[in-house]
């Protein structure tokens, strides 16, 4: 069985300053990974997914997120955060298509960016 | 021009009560799910569906039920409302060959 690890509910950083959201997963096999965000009573949207190849991905809103496998990883950055980044923000993980990514999304709990003017 | 979208955006019903939300998907998927995302927006699947076959989470009560009248569509009734259901619900859609899935923008379902 998969699970996602999101270290820190709670993040607060300073406007400019760099954002790091942590995510460590436990999956059989390399999974497809996903940081997704959701602004205040809206839905989810994707900022970046990892399923093969580079394993240094760029999503948009100027972040961007790199697969360790090694670390078992997917930690999110931006070098330089924003007011409107203030959101939450959630890891997620799936099998690798195997017949369909029909088994859904694995996620963890979130964590709550808060951006300090 | 919405990709995914959900009715109604807000529910409050009595327990008891048997209720339906619709989703629909304009971006020619084949495979929808829905998600439940509780007061600690805490995720989880419910249900994902493609025109072969259901795949249900072994914990969502029965009282669930998904129905798809087309690829385009899967709505979600569910039958004797209770407190705990009291909720936001995702719809949500992607290609059965792949990863990216879209979401709705939720339903807020609150149950008194």
């Known amino acids: 069985a998969q699970s996602v690890t999101q270290l820190g509910s709670h993040v607060s950083v300073s406007e400019g300053a760099l954002v790091l959201l942590r995510c460590n997963y436990s999956?059989?096999?390399?999974?497809?990974l996903f940081w997704y965000v959701q602004y205040p009573n809206q839905g989810l949207q994707l900022l970046l997914k990892?399923?093969?190849?580079?394993?240094l991905v760029k999503g948009i809103n100027g972040f961007e997120a790199e697969f360790k496998k090694s670390e078992t990883s997917f930690h999110l950055t931006k070098p330089s955060a924003h007011m409107s980044d203030a959101a939450e923000y959630f890891c997620?993980?799936?099998?690798?298509?195997?017949?369909?990514?029909?088994?859904?999304?694995?996620f963890g709990k979130g964590t709550h960016l808060i951006i300090q003017p | 021009d919405t990709a995914v979208s959900q009715t109604p955006k807000y529910l409050v019903t009595q327990m008891g009560n048997d209720k339906s939300i619709k989703c629909e998907q304009n971006?020619?998927?084949?495979?929808m799910y829905w998600y439940k995302q509780d007061s600690k927006k805490f995720l989880k699947i419910m249900f994902s569906?493609?025109?072969?076959?259901?795949?249900i989470n072994e914990t969502v009560p029965n009282r669930f039920s998904p129905k798809s009248p087309d690829k385009a569509h899967l709505n979600l009734h569910i039958n004797s409302l209770e407190l705990g259901d009291s909720a936001v619900y995702f719809c949500?859609?992607?290609?059965?060959?792949?990863?990216?899935?879209?979401f709705g923008p939720g339903t807020r379902l609150t149950v008194l």
């Open positions: 971006l020619g998927h084949d495979t």
């Open positions: 997620a993980v799936s099998e690798p298509y195997s017949g369909g990514g029909a088994d859904g999304l694995t």
């Open positions: 569906y493609n025109n072969k076959e259901l795949i």
């Open positions: 990892y399923t093969t190849g580079a394993t």
């Open positions: 949500a859609s992607s290609q059965l060959a792949g990863p990216e899935q879209f």
């Open positions: 999956s059989s096999v390399p999974p497809y």
